[in-house]
Nanobody, 114 residues
Framework: VQLVESGGGLVQAGGSLRLSCAAS????????MGWYCQAPGKQRELVAT???????NYGDSVKGRFTINRDNTKNTVYLQMNSLKPDDTAVYYC?????????WGQGTQVTVSS
């Protein structure tokens, strides 16, 4: 399984970005895909997850600002990030979980300037 992220970059506070993560390889119909972020000196933390059935879960800091969705026909998950804050600056990692195994992408940098 390989995960390829795209869509990171530099944006001003209050702006928006959309991240994409495409999975390839042997992908189960039943899996959970999600996004995690890691800022310098901090632990990796949950941003949002979505099951193959569409059930979502969000970290407290992004509720109401970020939206996760997926296209099962393309094995792709998206993260729409609105009202971005400087505190959102981090490397964002895509994760896929299937058969109790986690797969991670290489990460994409998101930088929010004040």
């Amino acid at each position: 399984v390989q995960l390829v992220e795209s869509g990171g970059g530099l944006v001003q506070a209050g702006g928006s970005l959309r991240l994409s993560c495409a999975a390839s390889g042997s992908i189960s119909r039943f899996n959970v895909m999600g996004w995690y972020c890691q800022a310098p000196g901090k632990q990796r933390e949950l941003v949002a997850t979505i099951t193959s059935g569409g059930r979502t879960n969000y970290g407290d800091s992004v509720k109401g600002r970020f939206t996760i969705n997926r296209d099962n026909t393309k094995n792709t998950v998206y993260l729409q990030m609105n009202s971005l804050k400087p505190d959102d600056t981090a490397v964002y990692y895509c994760k896929l979980t299937q058969y109790s195994t986690d797969y991670w992408g290489q990460g994409t940098q998101v930088t929010v300037s004040s």
